[in-house]
Every structure is written in structure tokens, then in C-alpha cells.
């Protein structure tokens, strides 16, 4: 089970939503790329994603309507 602190995930971002919405399409983007390159993917999706966004491989862009 992947335990990582929030804080640490959330830096800057000020909504959980946007970050769920995120990791989720990132952890699909990542299934798919194995489907189609028929290999597998080393790990779970979700954890995948969490990873990639903490090591700075994508970013979350969030409206201005949620305020800063």
C-alpha cells in the first residue's frame, strides 16, 4: 500500500479534485501506453501516476476560479 503524505503530494494545489482527476487520467494514460506497446507496466497505475507527478513528470494546471 502506497503511503505518502498529502502535503507532499497537494505542494502547491489547492484542490484535492484536481489532483484525483489528474492522477486518475495519468494512471488510464499509463494503461493504455502498456496496451498498446503490449508490455506490462512494472507496478500499479495509480502509484505510477502518484510517482510521476512527484518526480515532476506532469503537472496539474488548475482553473483561477478556485482561487489561490
Do not use: C, Q, W
Not at 43 to 68: H, M, Q, S, W, Y
Request: negative net charge; aromatic residues 2%; proline residues 3%.
Amino acid at each position: 500500500m502506497l503511503n505518502v503524505d498529502m502535503r507532499n503530494v497537494m505542494g502547491k494545489h489547492t484542490s484535492r479534485y484536481s489532483l484525483v482527476t489528474a492522477v486518475a487520467k495519468r494512471a488510464r494514460e499509463l494503461v493504455d501506453e502498456a496496451e498498446s506497446d503490449r508490455r506490462g507496466l512494472g507496478g500499479k497505475p495509480v502509484t505510477l501516476a502518484i510517482n510521476d507527478l512527484l518526480d515532476g513528470r506532469f503537472a496539474i494546471i488548475e482553473p483561477d476560479e478556485l482561487g489561490n
